[in-house]
């Protein structure tokens, strides 16, 4: 499975971007759709998550601010981030977790996508 991750930019703070991330390949279902960002000088981190039943999940500093979706007809997962700050510049990366038409699991990563915010 291949992820390809876009939207990425630099933006002012209080701005907005939205993500996407493409998967592409074999794939039966995605149970999960994820988006993780890594600052500099600083481990990854999971911002927020969402289930193939729309259960989601948002790392408390982004809660009220960034909302995930995902289309799951066309396997394309998202990330609208509202009212930017500059603690949110890092690599933003997506990851998708779930089952191939000949149901064995996959756990794949797209290429990360930069988001600048500037004060």
């Known amino acids: 499975v291949q992820l390809q991750a876009y939207g990425g930019g630099l933006v002012q703070a209080g701005g907005s971007l939205r993500l996407s991330c493409a998967a592409s390949?074999?794939?039966?279902?995605?149970?999960?759709m994820n988006w993780y960002r890594q600052a500099p000088g600083k481990e990854r981190e999971l911002v927020a998550s969402m289930s193939s039943f729309g259960t989601t999940y948002y790392a408390d500093s982004v809660k009220g601010r960034f909302t995930i979706s995902r289309d799951n007809a066309k396997n394309i997962g998202y990330l609208q981030m509202n009212s930017l700050s500059p603690d949110d510049t890092a690599v933003y990366y997506c990851?998708?977790?779930?089952?191939?038409?000949?149901?064995?699991?996959?756990?794949?990563w797209g290429q990360g996508t930069q988001v600048t915010v500037s004060s």
């Open positions: 390949g074999s794939i039966l279902i995605i149970d999960a």
């Open positions: 990851n998708a977790r779930g089952k191939l038409i000949d149901w064995r699991d996959f756990d794949s």
